[in-house]
């Protein structure tokens, strides 16, 4: 202030010094997780084709890394949207019909570019960066079970191991997509962590077979793929549907809590109008 005149904007005491501090404190450890998730990523991939080699590219394999591409944009765009950054996208059981379409090496662009593009068109672009990074850290780590699960890389639930293959993969997918979420939150790793899970358990349960359901069907035809990525639409529909529920009964139950204490407040004042009155 000049001239003795008082700036009309409030002094910020320490409370909102150390909140802010948090705040940014927080974000430093979002971005340092992204970064991590990144660096596992790359490290992994390159494991990956240590251990495995890079698969020559045939045109069936582009023609379904191209699929799921193109499958990934529009999913990811009609996902639903929880909150805090958290989604309920159907992209893991996309990825899980992603090996049986396509090789680990065509898969993890198609899965980066399918992640950042509706991240950008939905501006979110700071948590698709870093589930794109968990998504790429899906595929490469994976890739190698994949291999041992369908030997030749010929995918098919018609084997035990095949049907275990599928369930582990399935499985590891929705857990690193659940500490990717996790990673958009603010508070102590485990409770974030448990926080994700309990957000996506049944939908994780729903999607999952359906998953491994899309790439058998694959297998046997483009055109039989059809009928379960229908399966699978009409399913986020449904889970759209109860979210949109379960809102509207919280909206609802707020009201009545509202609505009963101004009612009680209403009685207090009567009585103490009875009482002045008396």
Not at 51 to 74: D, F, K, N
Not at 108 to 125: D, E, Q, S
Not at 140 to 154: C, D, F, S, T
Not at 163 to 181: A, H, K, N, P
């Amino acid at each position: 202030a000049e001239d003795g005149i008082r700036d009309r904007s409030p002094s910020r005491g320490l409370g909102d010094v150390y909140k802010r501090q948090g705040r940014f404190s927080s974000y430093n450890t979002i971005l340092f997780s992204a970064l991590l998730i990144w660096a596992t990523a790359l490290l992994g991939a390159i494991i990956t084709s240590i251990m495995i080699g890079i698969p020559t590219y045939e045109p069936i394999m582009l023609v379904g890394g191209a699929m799921i591409l193109v499958l990934l944009i529009i999913l990811e765009l009609v996902s639903i949207d929880l909150g805090d950054g958290l989604l309920l996208s159907p992209a893991p059981a996309l990825m899980i019909a992603g090996f049986a379409m396509t090789t680990w090496n065509v898969l993890i662009p198609a899965v980066i570019i399918g992640t950042l593009v509706p991240g950008i068109i939905r501006k979110r672009m700071r948590f698709a960066i870093t589930e794109a990074g968990g998504r790429t850290l899906a595929v490469a780590l994976l890739a190698p079970v994949y291999m041992l699960a369908h030997p030749g890389g010929m995918y098919s639930l018609n084997t035990w191991h095949g049907l275990i293959g599928m369930l582990v993969m399935g499985s590891s997918i929705y857990l690193i997509e659940s500490l990717t979420s996790a990673a958009h939150q603010f508070g102590p790793l485990l409770q974030r962590c448990l926080h994700v899970l309990r957000k996506m358990r049944w939908y994780a349960l729903a999607t999952l077979p359906i998953g491994g359901l899309l790439g058998q069907l694959w297998v046997v035809g483009p055109l039989a793929f059809i009928p379960g990525l229908v399966t699978l639409a009409l399913l986020q529909h449904l889970f759209r549907a109860q979210i949109r529920l379960e809102l509207t009964s919280q909206a609802f139950q707020k009201l009545a809590t509202q609505h009963s204490e101004r009612g009680e407040r209403l009685e207090h004042l009567q009585s103490l109008t009875t009482s002045m009155i008396g």
